[in-house]
Nanobody
Framework: QVQLVESGGGLVQAGGSLTLSCAASGLIFSIHTMDWYRQAPGKQRESVASITRGRSTNYTDSVKGRFTISRDNAKNTVYLQMNSLKADDTAVYYC?????????WGQGTQVTVSS
């Protein structure tokens, strides 16, 4: 059974930083593209960043230059380093992958940025 467990969320002031972690189990982690999504209150879930097995990365425009996604295949963990946080970054952040075409989501971790 594939499981994704996020951690690292919390309350931070605008301009501050947080690092989210997502520990994966039940899959061959190194071969999977890993993603971070977020969902703010009253809004649809949106893709934030992704990293492929070859470590190619992609970011939504609103976080480019501020967020960095990375992975440690030895620890089966993907990270999201978030700098220069803004109030608009407030959301529940979800880790995501696909295994055999099935979407797998973590439980989410709350990030709240106070202005």
């Amino acid at each position: 059974q594939v499981q994704l467990v996020e951690s690292g969320g919390g309350l931070v002031q605008a301009g501050g930083s947080l690092t989210l972690s997502c520990a994966a189990s039940g899959l061959i982690f190194s071969i999977h593209t890993m993603d971070w999504y977020r969902q703010a209150p009253g809004k649809q879930r949106e893709s934030v960043a992704s990293i492929t097995r070859g470590r190619s990365t992609n970011y939504t425009d609103s976080v480019k230059g501020r967020f960095t996604i990375s992975r440690d295949n030895a620890k089966n963990t993907v990270y999201l380093q978030m700098n220069s946080l803004k109030a608009d970054d407030t959301a529940v952040y979800y880790c995501h992958t696909r295994r055999n075409l099935i979407h797998v989501w973590g439980q989410g971790t709350q990030v709240t940025v106070s202005s």
